[in-house]
Structure formats: structure tokens, C-alpha cells
Nanobody
Framework: VQLQASGGGLVQAGGSLRLSCAASGSDFSINMMAWYRQAPGKQRELVAHITSDGRTNYADSVKGRFTVSRDSAKNTVYLQMNSLKSEDTAVYFC?????????????WGQGTLVTVSS
């Protein structure tokens, strides 16, 4: 399974961006898709995740501003980011937890850079 992330870029503080992450491959079923981010000099942190039955969870720092959603037919997860702040600047990675032939696996996307200018 491979992930392709897109949608990053440069935006002014207060602006919005939408990230997408599409999973491709065969013979797999998705358990959970998540977004992480890593700012310069900091550890990677969980931003949001969404399970196969639609349950979501968010980091406190993004609650009320970010929304994670998915299109099951397209095996794609989205991260709508509103009211962006300079501290949201980071490389954003998507993470997929999936099953194949009864075993659980993880796949990571290549990362997409989000830069918020103040």
C-alpha cells in the first residue's frame, strides 16, 4: 500500500488549507487514517485521526480549527485546516493503519510542507 499526500503550501495566518492523502494498492482494508506533523526541531505529533467507522480524535492544539474526514470509496483522508497559526508550520504526514490477509500494517506518506506566515 502506498500513500500520496498533497495540499501543502504557504498561507498567511488566519488562512486555510486542505490536505489530502490517498491510499493505493490491492487487497487491503483500512482501519484508521491519521495526520501527524513535525515542526523543525520538534518531535512528530499526532494531529488528528479518523477510524473506519468515522470516529475522530484531535490534538488539543487544533480542536475547533482542523477537521479530519475521509472518502472511503477513494481511500482518501482529508485534513481541512482553518484559522491557521504560525505554530501550525510543519511537515504533515499521513499514516495509514490497514489490514491485509488478517495482519495489521502501517504505511506513511511522504510528507507535505505547510508554512504559515505571520
Amino acid at each position: 500500500v502506498q500513500l500520496q499526500a498533497s495540499g501543502g503550501g504557504l498561507v498567511q495566518a488566519g488562512g486555510s488549507l486542505r490536505l489530502s492523502c490517498a491510499a493505493s494498492g490491492s487487497d487491503f482494508s483500512i482501519n484508521m487514517m491519521a495526520w501527524y506533523r513535525q515542526a523543525p526541531g520538534k518531535q512528530r505529533e499526532l494531529v488528528a485521526h479518523i477510524t473506519s467507522d468515522g470516529r475522530t480524535n484531535y490534538a488539543d492544539s487544533v480542536k475547533g480549527r482542523f477537521t479530519v474526514s475521509r472518502d472511503s470509496a477513494k481511500n482518501t483522508v482529508y485534513l481541512q485546516m482553518n484559522s491557521l497559526k504560525s505554530e501550525d508550520t510543519a511537515v504533515y504526514f499521513c499514516d495509514l493503519e490497514y489490514f491485509r490477509y488478517g495482519l495489521s500494517y502501517h504505511a506513511w506518506g511522504q510528507g507535505t510542507l505547510v508554512t504559515v506566515s505571520s
